[in-house]
Each structure stands twice: as C-alpha cells, then as structure tokens.
C-alpha cells in the first residue's frame, strides 16, 4: 500500500463529488508541522486493537491511543472536548473515531476540526473506495473523514429451517411479508424480523428510500414520514407484528436471546450480523446462516438498503504530524493484511476481497455470502441523513419501541415518530421542511 502523501497547500474540491449539500470551509492552512512528534489517536475499546497493528507494523512512529466513549450513539464527548481545546488552543488529539453525529459540527466553521483530505490522500486511494461509501464524509465537495467499513443490509436466513419448513427465499419485500405471514399460521413463534430494536429505521425505513431525515441545506432537512415510500413499509410491518411474526423486544435483550434467538427464521440486518449477532450473540450453530440479496419493493427499478453503522476516522486540522496521522488512517482502512482480520466489511474495495474470503474460511456460513455483500455494498441509499446533531436511533427508541411493545402498530404512530423528529431536529436548531 502506497503510503498517503501530505500536501501542505489544498487545492480546490473535486466538483464531480457528491455530498451533503452544506456549506464548507475555505482554504484549509494546516498547522506547523513536526513529522517527528508522537501522534495521538482517540479511539473506543473496540478500536484500541488497530492502535495496537499498526504500531507493530510501524515501530518507527510515535502513536499514542487514548480511549473514549468513540463511536457511541448521540454521545457528545468530543464535541464538548474540541470546544474546550478550541478555547485553550491546545490538547487536540491527532486522529479521532468519531461517532456519526459528529459530522454535523467537525466539518463546518472557519476552521473544521477535521482536516479536508482531499490533497492529504492519495487520490487513488480516495478512488478505491466503494461507490458512495465516502458520500457521507464529503462536505461542500471536500472529503472530510476516511470510511473504515460499511454496514450494508443483506437478507439473513437460517438455512436450515427455510428447507426443513419448505419455503423459498424472497427476493422481495412484498414476498417477505406473505412468506412472514405463512410463518405466522404454520409455525407460530418464528420470527422474520424484529421492530424493537433502535437500529430498525435504518433496516426497514432506509432501505424503502423514507425521507426520515433528509440534508438538504446547511441546517436544513426534509421530514416526511407521510411520503409513500414511508407508509408503504409501515403497512408491510403491520401484518406481520398482527401474526406475531415480526419480534417487538431489542434482538440483543437477554430475554430475546434466550427465548427467541433460536427461532429466527429470516433477519434483514448489517453485513455483520452473520458473525456479531448470529455467532458471537446468538451462537446458532454453524452451517445454518445464509445471506441473500437486500430486499426490494416489486414497484422500484432498482434495489437499495440501508445500513446499521459504518465507522469513520478523523484527522484532526490541528495535527502537528499530518503525515503519520494520514498513514495511519490510510493503514487502517486499506491495508490487505490488518483489514481482512477485522469484523466489519471494509469501506475500502480492494479490501473486501481478503475480508470475504477470511469469513468463508471460518466455515460458518451455510452459503457463499461473498457475492450478496459485494453487491449490496454500493447500494446503500445516500440520502438517508446520519450526519445531523440528532439520532435517528434515540428518537426511535423512545417514541416508536414502547408503542410498539404496547400492541400499537408501526401505521398509528407515524405521526407521533415524525413529530418528535420534527421537535428534536428544531430544538437543535435545524430549520426543517
């Protein structure tokens, strides 16, 4: 791996980008540089392991990691960290991973805490990317953050239950939702999905291409949960929580896994389902799990989903060491050797290729899953806003699951889940249409 060149002077953004359609910040004038001072990366628990590679492979830098709440949902600790260093004109850490919400504020001001890459990274390794996976780092046609993996969603299945009840896999959700409703009548307490998870607006809503939350200014989104591609799914849901075939509790409560984990007959979910949920969480035995193409509605062209994560590296405008903070985030991203060891599919195509194949060498999977995560990597719907201030997830925790937990259907309470969108995106100072 070509190791990523500084440029010390930005030249003007690639027009031909797409990207949040928000205001970006001029020239980008980096700080004085010392290519000899030790570099520190925040990161989370999880992350402290690729701190850990990279220093084994790279004895000659200086790296230090300190560990933060990184990546959690809604969490505001870096925000209210860079404020502080913003203050006292120090402290700021070299590369950070950030959680999603930190796009929002890390890329806009005079002075972005994250450094623009475009003339920091080589433009061959920008390039090798999958297509979009970079579309929500980019900010007023500049490339603000290095995307380490994806979390496309896939149709999960246990493949030994769909042939031993005799049932085909859909392709479709209107076929997974009379396949649900046939689970329903013959075998009662199978499931096809689960709704009482935070995460279900960016499996079931994302894919169905719902304006939930669309960017479309600086501080601008478009809220329309009335929108066909958002009732239409609603209605699908409906039936199935009737038959008792879709899951109302969190599929990571300990009381889910014990009582249903084991009757999980199909699951639309991340590409990291198959070893974090289904192994790891659930220990379903091996040779059950398949993975089949992400689910379309019959009425569309073309096939989309969402994605449930996809972590992100920042590096910092304030970095006095641009070129080991570059290497180092251009390592962790791409390097064939570190990346196919990881647990999540790499954002870097050229390194999803060892990542499959080290997942069929476990000898897990009851199917190929290779050629269903290529395909659904660049389908990942871009318009689906992650980069606001406020959480999709934590709105949908609160106003949808414990309706839902109640008997409500997914239908009823479209207007109390779009009002509270409305009233956090407000409340943060989001003019909303």
């Known amino acids: 791996m070509t190791a990523a060149s500084l440029i010390t002077a930005c030249a003007d953004a690639d027009p031909n980008r797409d990207g949040a359609q928000r205001a970006a910040a001029g020239p980008f004038s980096p700080a004085p540089q010392d290519p000899s001072s030790e570099i520190t990366v925040w990161v989370d628990a999880t992350r402290t392991a690729a701190v850990e590679a990279y220093r084994e492979a790279h004895p000659e830098v200086k790296i230090k990691a300190v560990t933060y709440s990184g990546g959690a949902n809604g969490s505001t600790e870096l925000r209210t960290k860079v404020e502080l260093f913003n203050r006292t004109g120090e402290g700021w850490p070299d590369v950070v991973w950030p959680n999603v919400q930190d796009l929002a504020w890390a890329t806009t001001g005079a002075t972005p805490f994250a450094a623009p890459l475009d003339t920091l990274v080589d433009r061959s390794v920008l390039d090798g990317y999958v297509k979009g996976a970079l579309d929500q780092c980019t900010v007023g046609g500049k490339v603000y953050c290095l995307r380490n993996d994806l979390a496309q969603n896939v149709l999960w299945y246990n493949k030994k239950l769909m042939d ?65 591609t958002c009732t239409r799914m609603a209605q699908l849901l409906d039936p199935l929580l009737s038959a008792g075939a879709l899951g109302t509790r969190n599929k990571w409560d300990t009381g ?178």
């Open 164 to 228: 031993q009840f005799g049932y085909q896999v859909p392709t479709t959700w209107e076929q997974w939702q009379q396949l649900g409703l046939r689970v329903g009548r013959e075998h009662p307490g199978y499931l096809v999905g689960e709704v009482g998870s935070p995460t279900t607006p960016h499996i079931y809503f994302w894919g169905s291409q719902c304006p939930a939350s669309v960017l479309t200014g600086d501080k601008t989104v478009t809220v329309d949960l009335r929108d066909p």
């Open 256 to 433: 889910f896994i014990k009582e249903q984990a084991a009757k999980i007959l199909m699951m639309p979910g991340p590409a990291w389902y198959g070893q974090a949920l289904f192994n790891a969480g659930y220990h379903t035995p091996q040779g059950e799990i398949a993975a089949a193409a992400p689910l379309k509605f019959a009425a569309d062209a073309e096939t989309w989903t969402g994605a449930v994560g996809g972590g992100m590296w920042f590096i910092s405008s304030h970095s006095r060491n641009l070129k080991a903070a570059v290497d180092f985030a251009t390592w962790v991203t791409t390097d064939p050797g570190y990346t196919a060891t990881a647990a999540t599919y790499p954002a870097y195509g050229p390194a999803a290729t060892g990542w499959l194949a080290a997942q069929q060498a476990s000898g897990y999977y009851a199917n190929d899953i290779g050629p269903v995560l290529q395909q659904a990597a660049p389908r990942i719907w871009t318009k689906w806003a992650v980069s606001t201030l406020y959480s999709q997830e934590a709105i949908y925790a609160a106003t949808m699951v414990p309706a839902l937990s109640s008997g409500k259907s997914v239908s009823s309470q479209m207007d109390v889940w779009q009002q509270a969108i409305v009233n956090k995106a407000t409340a943060l100072g989001y003019k909303v249409n």
